[in-house]
């Protein structure tokens, strides 16, 4: 008796088996075409500086730390490695070119968070900027999304929001208390025009 052709265990018929054959023989195919067209791109990136977009960059932080920490050459921007992004801030790798070691180069100052975490103080500007404006993260994302530049998530956002809002909230009061103070003082040095003019 004609055995009948069986995928995963399913039998079918001999147009059907044929054409499920066809289909995964594309499938890795197209798979093999897109490792070979990544590992091209990862080429050709390597070759030029792989960093993309925009930045902002704190110039002393970063001119303090263009030197190599090891022989104290000065690096170049040209050979940065890797990239990692901390939201508004990055910290490069940049491979010196006299003695082969990399060094990182933060774009942004770090200060201590309230729990003792390192934050940067570009994220805190940018959060701080974006509460004065009366926006939120969405409008920051949509802002660094067409200034093509890499954004904090929403997470790290509230974090730097948190950091942020006890500060706001003292400088508020204190700003109520001086005026408060000064309405005060305004009203006492026109008390007597107020007598007469009732």
């Known amino acids: 008796m004609n055995e009948r052709p069986r995928y995963k265990g399913k039998i079918m018929t001999e147009k059907q088996y044929k054409r499920r054959m066809k289909q995964i023989e594309s499938g890795l195919m197209r798979k093999k075409e897109k490792v070979q067209t990544k590992n091209q791109c990862d080429d050709d990136q390597q ?17 303090q730390h263009l030197y190599c920490s090891f022989c104290t ?27 082969l070691a990399t060094s990182i180069v933060p774009t942004s100052k770090v200060h201590l968070g309230p729990n003792g975490q390192l934050l940067y103080d570009n994220n805190t500007k940018a959060a ?5 404006n009366g926006n939120g993260h969405t409008t920051l994302k949509k802002f660094c999304g067409s200034m093509n530049m890499p954004c904090m998530t929403a997470k790290t956002y509230k974090s730097y929001e948190r950091e942020i809002g006890p500060v706001i909230e003292s400088v508020a009061k204190e700003s109520c208390l001086e005026a408060c103070k000064e309405e005060k003082r305004l009203t006492k040095s026109q008390l007597d025009i107020l007598q007469k003019r009732l």
């Open 73 to 99: 050459e000065i690096l170049s921007l040209e050979d940065i490695e890797k990239e990692a992004k901390k939201g508004l801030a990055s910290d490069f790798t940049v491979r010196c070119r006299k003695c």
């Open 128 to 132: 701080l900027s974006a509460i004065h």
């Open 47 to 63: 070759a030029e500086c792989m960093i993309e977009g925009r930045r902002i960059i704190d110039l002393k932080v970063m001119a």
